[in-house]
């Protein structure tokens, strides 16, 4: 072995590099590290790795071209504030989001270990998520009929399910039905249920609303690892399903597909036509909601199905039954109807 230079010293991007890595919790659920009070402490996605890693290569190269003599991170953390002050002038000028400077804020506030209380800690622009263009109104998908067909189907994210989708990962209502039967007989029974059954109740629990399905799509390894049978929607359910029976158990359905496709194609929109597709297949016209609860304090009739935004979008009303089927067939929970409004509903 050589001996170690004594005159090299880490730049200032291979310092922070260091500190994220050294924060890698890869693996381990993000709930568990907040309930344990460690996620100040960790990053448990590869995603979110390599996000801050880039600003913190962006705040690095800044730091090289306006402060060269600083070298360490000691040093460097007074600059931040500046260093966010100059990116917050590209935002208003609009050559920035809202969402990437708060992206870029949490990537220097984790790697400096900069705490919400903290007097350095630098308060980003609010999100108004009216403002939001990526992905939308634009034209969705790939460009390739039968994938795009496939995700405004089902729902699926693109290269994290759509790509990753193997023959076999199809089920029927009826094995879902007879699935939560059999896991919540043996949970009422008081038998010890593994980790993987009680995600599999879950999973059963959400689909069987939608009893007017015959056709599912198993996601085994969804958003936050969650599983979910998805619905299988649209004008083009047959070839759906016939394309993920026609493949081979442990084959991938796109295997002939670059992954290229998959990183680079429209997924968002395709998610919202599919979001749209079953919104409208469940929710009534506000007009025709049915009045059927009374106000409290003035007596007056109230349709509870009814949900009203407030906010950015005050005005805006739509069927929470609708609502909720939506969210349940993307995969989010029930609290989160918003979400669905805020991220989906500009293809209602």
Same mark, same amino acid.
């Given at each position: 072995?050589?001996?170690?230079?004594?005159?090299?010293? *880490?730049? #200032?991007?291979?310092?922070?590099?260091?500190?994220?890595?050294? *924060?890698?919790?890869?693996?381990?659920?993000?709930?568990f590290?907040?309930?344990?009070?460690?996620?100040?402490d960790?990053?448990?996605?590869?995603?979110?790795?390599?996000?801050?890693?880039?600003? =913190?290569?962006?705040?690095a190269?800044?730091?090289?071209e306006?402060?060269?003599?600083?070298?360490?991170?000691?040093?460097?953390?007074?600059?931040?504030?500046?260093?966010? &002050?100059?990116?917050? /002038?590209? @935002?208003?000028?609009?050559?920035?989001?809202?969402a990437?400077? $708060?992206? &870029?804020?949490?990537?220097?506030? $984790?790697?400096?270990?900069?705490?919400?209380?903290?007097? +350095?800690y630098?308060?980003?622009?609010?999100?108004?998520?009216?403002?939001?263009?990526?992905?939308?109104?634009?034209?969705?998908?790939?460009?390739?009929?039968?994938?795009?067909?496939?995700?405004?189907? !089902?729902?699926?994210?693109?290269?994290? +399910?759509? /790509?990753?989708?193997?023959?076999? %990962?199809?089920?029927? @209502? !009826?094995?879902?039905?007879? /699935?939560?039967?059999?896991?919540?007989?043996?949970?009422?029974?008081?038998?010890?249920? !593994?980790?993987? &059954?009680?995600?599999?109740?879950?999973? =059963?629990?959400?689909?069987?609303?939608?009893?007017?399905? +015959?056709?599912?799509?198993?996601?085994?390894?969804?958003?936050?690892?969650?599983?979910?049978?998805?619905?299988?929607?649209?004008?083009?359910?047959? /070839?759906?399903?016939?394309?993920?029976?026609? !493949?081979?158990?442990?084959?991938?359905?796109?295997?002939?597909?670059?992954?290229?496709?998959?990183?680079?194609?429209?997924?968002?929109?395709?998610?919202?036509?599919?979001?749209?597709?079953?919104y409208? +297949?469940?929710?009534?016209?506000? &007009? %025709?909601?049915?009045?059927?609860?009374?106000?409290?304090?003035t007596?007056h009739?109230?349709?509870?199905? #009814? @949900?009203?935004?407030?906010?950015?979008?005050?005005?805006?009303?739509?069927? $929470?039954?609708?609502l909720?089927?939506?969210?349940a067939?993307?995969?989010h929970?029930?609290k989160? #109807?918003?979400?669905?409004?805020?991220?989906?509903?500009?293809?209602?």
């Amino acid at each position: 072995m050589g001996k170690p230079n004594p005159k090299y010293h *880490k730049t #200032l991007f291979e310092q922070m590099r260091d500190v994220l890595v050294s *924060k890698q919790r890869f693996g381990v659920s993000r709930a568990f590290l907040k309930r344990n009070g460690l996620d100040k402490d960790a990053i448990s996605s590869v995603n979110t790795y390599r996000t801050y890693l880039k600003w =913190a290569q962006y705040f690095a190269r800044y730091m090289a071209e306006h402060h060269p003599e600083i070298t360490t991170m000691k040093k460097a953390r007074k600059y931040i504030r500046e260093y966010l &002050e100059f990116r917050l /002038e590209n @935002y208003k000028t609009g050559m920035l989001s809202a969402a990437t400077i $708060k992206t &870029e804020t949490s990537a220097l506030n $984790k790697i400096f270990g900069i705490c919400p209380d903290d007097p +350095e800690y630098f308060k980003t622009p609010k999100m108004d998520r009216v403002d939001i263009k990526r992905s939308r109104n634009v034209v969705p998908g790939s460009g390739i009929e039968e994938l795009d067909n496939f995700g405004r189907g !089902t729902g699926l994210r693109t290269h994290k +399910e759509l /790509e990753v989708l193997h023959g076999g %990962d199809y089920i029927a @209502y !009826t094995d879902i039905r007879n /699935e939560y039967d059999t896991l919540l007989k043996k949970k009422n029974s008081g038998e010890p249920m !593994t980790r993987e &059954e009680h995600d599999h109740l879950a999973a =059963a629990s959400a689909a069987l609303q939608f009893d007017d399905k +015959e056709h599912f799509v198993v996601v085994r390894n969804g958003k936050g690892g969650k599983r979910r049978y998805a619905p299988v929607v649209g004008d083009h359910v047959d /070839e759906i399903v016939a394309k993920i029976k026609n !493949t081979h158990d442990g084959q991938r359905v796109f295997g002939n597909i670059p992954h290229s496709v998959f990183a680079s194609m429209n997924e968002h929109a395709l998610r919202a036509e599919y979001a749209a597709i079953i919104y409208h +297949e469940y929710a009534l016209p506000i &007009e %025709d909601l049915p009045k059927d609860s009374t106000n409290d304090g003035t007596g007056h009739l109230y349709a509870s199905r #009814l @949900y009203s935004c407030r906010g950015s979008f005050a005005g805006r009303k739509y069927d $929470k039954v609708g609502l909720l089927r939506v969210s349940a067939a993307l995969g989010h929970g029930d609290k989160r #109807l918003f979400d669905v409004v805020a991220h989906y509903s500009y293809k209602f």
